[in-house]
Every structure is written in structure tokens, then in C-alpha cells.
């Protein structure tokens, strides 16, 4: 069974302060992906990556993939009000069984 | 995740009765997953779809758990003789192919109560 462990589980920071959560497993995935959830939706993809070592930035978000492809990372650079939320990561494994393993998520509160 | 349509948002139903979940994909996808989220738990998988075709159904529950997606109209999720355990907000997601490497995008979900 394929586990994605992600962390922290919450954080609470002032606005303006950087921060990185953690998306980690001892399994090898094809793609991993982030995703925001706020009350209430769905959650909406914020970006897919599907090489290992790969970087990819989003405004003020740097999402990188592991050399391994076993473990992203999310950095928040100047952090919002607005980028409150519960942040999941998923990974993809393919292999004819599409359906994505997510992490239970990182709860993110950015304090006026 | 605009596009995904899921129906009912919100549901509530009591112990034994039957709840249907409906998603129509975004157009020109052709490939649906349902996914549940439990309070406090991450989303888990709970089947995969292709027109007609049941692909994955590793994730649903043995009994009184079954999905569908007919050739015409949305793809059903039905739970019968519902519990209380079943309250979860249940999510559907499509894409154009197979999720590997490949971007699903995800309804706003339907919020099951049960009584």
C-alpha cells in the first residue's frame, strides 16, 4: 500500500513569513500533485510534476519533486491571508489503477 | 475545478435509506473517479470509471457500495442502506485519459449526512 505522509499537519505563521511543508513516501510515483481545499469545495490542482528533481514555481509557491520521485516540497515565499488553506498532496503510480494516493493534507493559517 | 458538476451538494438521509451521488464529467473527458473524504482523513480512492467500464474499484467498500457511468447521462455513486460511518463528503473528479501524469480536476463535492 502506497502511503504518503505529509507535514506539518498544521501551521499557523504571521503574513510575510516563508514556509515549506512536506509531502514524503518510501514509494516510487510517476507524478505527484498539489492541490488546495478550501471549506466546503473540492479541491483545485495547483500544479502536476512528473520528473524527479523537476521545480516548478507558481507566483510566490516553488513546488519541487524529488530526485527520487518519492517526496515533494512546497514553499510559500512572503505568505498571504489568502493562501490559507488545506494543502494536499497526490501521487500517481500509474499502471492501469489511475486512482491517486493523497496525503491526509497540511492545514495552513496565514495571520494578518 | 469548474466544469466537474456533482449534484446533490448537500444530502441528508437516514439510517437504511439510499443515497445517489450524481457527476457529470468535464466535457470531452471521458474518465471518472470517486474519491471519499472523511472528516479529519485525506481523500481516498474509491473507483474508477471509463464510459460503460468499471477500470478500478479497488477502493469501494464490498457491500452496499456501487458506482456507474452509463453511456449517456452522469456517472452514479449509490450507497444503500446508508450508516452513519457513510457521512463524508464524496468528490468526482474526470480527466481527458488515465490520472498518471495526467491532470484530473476535481467537482466541489456532495456532502452526505446521514441521521
Known amino acids: 500500500t502506497q502511503l504518503l505522509e505529509q507535514s506539518p499537519q498544521f501551521l499557523s505563521i504571521q503574513e510575510g513569513e516563508n514556509l515549506t511543508v512536506y509531502c514524503n513516501s518510501s514509494s516510487v510515483f510517476s507524478s505527484l500533485q498539489w492541490y488546495r481545499q478550501e471549506p466546503g469545495e473540492g479541491p483545485v490542482l495547483l500544479v502536476t510534476?512528473?520528473?524527479?528533481?523537476e521545480v516548478k514555481k507558481l507566483k510566490r509557491l516553488t513546488f519541487q519533486f524529488g530526485d527520487a520521485r518519492k517526496d515533494s516540497s512546497l514553499h510559500i515565499t512572503a505568505a498571504q491571508p489568502g493562501d490559507t488553506g488545506l494543502y494536499l498532496c497526490?501521487?500517481?503510480?500509474?499502471?492501469?489503477?489511475?486512482?491517486?494516493?493523497f496525503g491526509k493534507g497540511t492545514h495552513l493559517i496565514i495571520q494578518p | 475545478n469548474a466544469g466537474v458538476m456533482q449534484n446533490p451538494r448537500h444530502l441528508v438521509r437516514r439510517r437504511g435509506q439510499e443515497a445517489r451521488l450524481r457527476c457529470s464529467p468535464m466535457?470531452?473527458?471521458?474518465?471518472v473517479y470517486w474519491y471519499r473524504q472523511l472528516p479529519e482523513e485525506g481523500l481516498k480512492f474509491m473507483v474508477y470509471l471509463q464510459k460503460e467500464n468499471i477500470i478500478d474499484e479497488s477502493g469501494m467498500p464490498k457491500e452496499r457500495f456501487s458506482a456507474e457511468f452509463p453511456k449517456e447521462g452522469p456517472s452514479i455513486l449509490r450507497i444503500q442502506q446508508v450508516v452513519r460511518g457513510d457521512s463524508a463528503a464524496y468528490f468526482c473528479?474526470?480527466?481527458?485519459?488515465?490520472?498518471?501524469?495526467?491532470?484530473?480536476?476535481f467537482g466541489e463535492g456532495s456532502w452526505l449526512t446521514v441521521v
Open positions: 497526490a501521487g500517481g503510480s500509474g499502471g492501469g489503477a489511475d486512482g491517486l494516493t
Open positions: 466535457k470531452g473527458h471521458s474518465h
Open positions: 473528479a474526470s480527466s481527458p485519459k488515465g490520472s498518471s501524469g495526467n491532470t484530473i480536476y
Open positions: 510534476v512528473v520528473t524527479g528533481g
